[in-house]
């Protein structure tokens, strides 16, 4: 295992290209099944979720092959309709196995994902969505065991959960649905930006979906999908990581290769704040530097195109050291506010509630050994570590090393004085 070392106080400066999207990735990966042809993937990013996933799928019995940010993906028939528990138990997204593999072979026996330290982490809305189309789910021995001997059969499900939509659950539910008799419909769907990648990759192999992006999805099934090329868009949470780096510790940061509309809560909420966010006229690079007099914020965590929850815990290390006070609310899982305890270490000012934090900026941060719970809040440690006075070390590192490809690399590139060191480390754990 390894830890980061993190000196703090360097401006950060330059440009950089975001990576393509993890959370994109996973469920495309697994879509992956769905056909006996070959698929080829694009800015697949080399992350240890991805990299789960892909072993995962060779463990089933398909032909993986991976080659500079491009993977290629054949399942011929015959795979097998069990994973692992050891495979599984290490990334939560394996759920996403599940419309797939019942798609492609009616079966299907999924260890059942533990929760994770960001919330409980229920699966009731994938098991109604697969029994909705026609499956029987069981659950023995922590695994579902999931049949439709006669079939998946479309029909009309309302995935709406108590928290809001299922981004998973929706790309379960079109997976499924893709190969079953009849047409679906999914009701408030998630409307996320992986969704709709996976609907235009599933479209691409010849699925016939529409309304990926809106409330409701229709999905015509069809008899059999083939092979295609798809490039993943790019990680909106990476690059509003590197957006909050850039308001935080920067003389200004131009970030490339992204999105505008998937960052544009994000970039709202920093003009909010008082920073200057420009994008490019073709809305694929943003250029953001500090505000000469950065104010404090209020922000709810909502599904898209609201601020997403994956980006709470990066925007408090910066209210951290924002004068006045910031309100962060998580509606989508409120009990993620593990980073909160170690921003306190470095002498942070919050106070968690009944999922809100309430943040007092404090005038700096000083630098402490800190401990990554989580992915997200990984990342709001190295940030706030970032703009400290001294030398932080982030432990349990591979927290990061989930969700951000080449993270240390890019800092480094962009002017930071960060060093990854091995250390003696315990067990990872599964919270994306
Ligand atoms: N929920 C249920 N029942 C279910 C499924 C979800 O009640 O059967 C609830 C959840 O507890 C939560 C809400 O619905 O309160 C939304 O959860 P969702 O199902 O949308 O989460 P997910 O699909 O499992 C994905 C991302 C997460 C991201 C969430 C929310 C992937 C691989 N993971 O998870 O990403 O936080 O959507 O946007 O796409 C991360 O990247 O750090 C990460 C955790």
Do not use: W
């Not at 008799?181 to 609907?199: F, N, W, Y």
């Not at 943003?286 to 599904?303: D, H, N, Q, R």
């Not at 509630?353 to 992915?375: E, R």
């Amino acid at each position: 295992m390894d830890k980061l070392i993190v000196e703090g106080g360097h401006k950060l400066s330059g440009r950089l290209n975001i990576s393509g999207s993890k959370n994109a990735s996973l469920p495309i990966l697994a879509a992956a099944l769905l056909t006996d042809e070959p698929v080829r993937i694009s800015r697949v990013p080399d992350v240890s979720d991805t990299n789960y996933m892909i072993q995962i799928l060779s463990q089933l019995g398909a032909s993986v092959e991976r080659s500079s940010g491009t993977v290629r993906v054949e399942s011929p028939d015959g795979i097998s309709s069990s994973a692992s528990y050891e495979q599984v138990r290490k990334m939560r997204a394996s759920i996403c196995l599940l419309g797939p593999m019942m798609a492609r072979m009616k079966r299907c026996t999924l260890p059942l994902p533990g929760g994770c330290v960001i919330g409980d982490r229920p699966v009731d809305l994938h098991v109604k969505a697969i029994q909705a189309l026609g499956a029987r789910v069981r659950v023995k021995g922590g695994n579902m065991l999931i049949e439709a001997p006669n079939g998946l059969v479309g029909t009309t499900v309302d995935m709406r959960g108590d928290n809001g939509p299922t981004v998973l659950g929706t790309d379960n539910l079109m997976m499924a649905a893709v190969l079953a008799r009849g047409t679906t419909v999914i009701e408030s769907a998630a409307r996320e930006p992986e969704v709709v990648d996976l609907a235009n990759f599933l479209n691409k192999m010849g699925a016939r979906i529409e309304g990926a992006g809106s409330r409701t999805i229709t999905i015509h099934g069809v008899e059999r999908l083939h092979g295609c090329e798809h490039t993943v868009i790019p990680d909106r949470i990476e690059a509003g990581t590197f957006m909050v780096a850039a308001a935080l510790v920067s003389n200004g940061l131009r970030i490339c290769r992204i999105c505008r509309e998937h960052v544009q809560s994000i970039a709202n909420l920093l003009v909010e704040c008082g920073h200057s966010v420009e994008f490019s006229a073709d809305g694929t690079e943003v250029s953001v530097k500090p505000g000469e007099k950065p104010l404090s914020g209020k922000i709810t965590t909502a599904p898209y195109p609201g601020y997403p929850t994956d980006m709470q815990a990066q925007m408090t290390a910066l209210f951290s050291i924002t004068p006045g006070i910031s309100v962060v609310k998580d509606t989508i899982f409120p009990q993620r506010f593990m980073h909160c305890s170690e921003l306190k270490r470095m002498g942070a000012n919050i106070k968690v509630d009944n999922g809100t934090a309430i943040i007092t900026g404090v005038d700096s941060l000083s630098a402490a050994p800190v401990m990554a719970s989580d992915l997200r809040a990984s990342a709001a440690l190295v940030l706030a570590a970032l703009a400290a006075e001294g030398t932080t070390e982030i432990h349990r590192l591979y927290h990061i090393d989930r969700g951000y490809e080449m993270l240390d690399d890019k800092l480094l590139s962009l002017g930071a004085v960060v060093k990854r060191v091995r250390d003696v480390e315990e067990e990872p754990c599964n919270e994306a």
